[in-house]
Nanobody, 115 residues
Framework: QVQLVESGGGLVQPGGSLRLSCAAS????????MGWYRQAPGKRRELVAV???????NYADSVKGRFTISRDNAQRTVSLQMNSLKPEDTANYYC?????????WGQGTQVSVSS
């Protein structure tokens, strides 16, 4: 059974930091492209960052320079370090594992940025 379990969300003030983590099981982790997506109320789910199995990264323009994605293939985890958070970063953040046409999703973790 495939599971992606996110953790690390919460409430933070503008300018603060959070680190999200996603633990994967049931997949051959090292062959998957791992990513983070987010969805704010009333908006479509959008890509935040992806780190491919080959080590290539891609970030949404809105988070470049503030967020960093990393992965540990031995621990089967992917993390998202989020710095200089803004109110517009408020959303439910989802972990994604992708391999060709195969996509797995976590249940999401809420990030709220507010003073």
């Amino acid at each position: 059974q495939v599971q992606l379990v996110e953790s690390g969300g919460g409430l933070v003030q503008p300018g603060g930091s959070l680190r999200l983590s996603c633990a994967a099981s049931g997949i051959t982790f090292n062959i998957y492209d791992m990513g983070w997506y987010r969805q704010a109320p009333g908006k479509r789910r959008e890509l935040v960052a992806v780190l491919t199995s080959r080590g290539t990264t891609n970030y949404a323009d809105s988070v470049k320079g503030r967020f960093t994605i990393s992965r540990d293939n031995a621990q089967r985890t992917v993390s998202l370090q989020m710095n200089s958070l803004k109110p517009e970063d408020t959303a439910n953040y989802y972990c994604n594992a992708a391999y060709y046409h195969i996509n797995w999703w976590g249940q999401g973790t809420q990030v709220s940025v507010s003073s």
